[in-house]
């Protein structure tokens, strides 16, 4: 079975442009998750889309956004690029999400360089 | 609210010697607690999870955990390392109501020397 898929994988934008990114699940699964990673932050959880639904959001001003489609696949979209968006983009996809135990399974990334 | 603390920046150890890699978690209710491995330039990997039971949980690649409720810890350990074990491994925990995020603790990096 194939793995979660994310393209771009590099992505270099300058500030003020906005990029969208996108993620395709595993055959399957219908919860998509999002998370930023920065070396001083670490893993911070975006938001999660279920059924083209928004279910859970973090702690990130309105530039960041998403949405999901009916075959599951996801993207999201940063606006108004600031320097400090620069960093490794997660897509991860689970089964349905709502069990707890659900394991999430993560794509390769998509790196974003903000100049 | 929930939160992972993995209290070593990075954790040296010889090839062939265990290794274990620190967890502690706050969280309200029961806990799902995860590992993963970020190598270079990649996504994460699953690694192992508890979900009830067995304290002991045996995972991927010669890996195992081991689940303390009164210590609310969730180590990490192999008997052997390797130097390709050498890589960022994160801990994650979410509570057992039904549309919980997944916290992570900030990463520890494993470094197996020769």
């Known amino acids: 079975k194939a793995g979660v898929t994310q393209t771009p994988r590099y992505l270099i934008k300058t500030r003020g442009q906005q990029v969208t990114l996108s993620c395709s699940p595993i055959?399957?699964?219908?919860?998509v998750s999002w998370y930023q990673q920065t070396p001083g932050q670490g893993l911070q959880f975006l938001f999660e889309?279920?059924?083209?639904?928004?279910?859970n959001k973090g702690n990130f001003p309105g530039r960041f956004s998403g949405r999901q489609f009916s075959n599951s696949r996801s993207e999201m979209n940063v606006s108004t690029l600031e320097l400090g968006d620069s960093a490794l983009y997660l897509c991860?996809?689970?089964?349905?999400?709502?069990?707890?135990?659900?394991?999430?399974?993560f794509g390769p990334g998509t790196r974003l360089t903000v100049l | 609210a929930q939160s992972v603390a993995q209290p070593e920046d990075q954790v040296n150890v010889a090839e062939g010697n265990p290794l274990t890699v620190k967890c502690t978690y706050s969280?309200?209710?029961?806990?799902?607690l995860f590992w993963y491995v970020q190598y270079p330039n990649r996504g994460l990997q699953f690694l192992l999870k508890?979900?009830?039971?067995?304290?002991l949980v045996k995972g991927s690649y010669g890996f195992e955990a081991e689940f303390n409720k009164s210590q609310t810890s969730f180590h990490l350990k192999k008997p052997s390392a390797l130097v390709s074990d050498s890589a960022l491994y994160f801990c994650?925990?979410?509570?057992?109501?039904?549309?919980?995020?997944?916290?992570f603790g900030k990463g520890t990096m494993l470094l197996v020397s020769p």
């Open positions: 991860a996809s689970s089964l349905a999400g709502s069990n707890p135990s659900d394991t999430q399974y």
């Open positions: 055959s399957g699964h219908r919860s």
């Open positions: 889309y279920f059924s083209e639904t928004q279910r």
């Open positions: 969280v309200s209710g029961n806990p799902y």
């Open positions: 508890y979900i009830t039971g067995d304290n």
């Open positions: 994650a925990v979410r509570d057992n109501s039904g549309y919980s995020t997944l916290t």
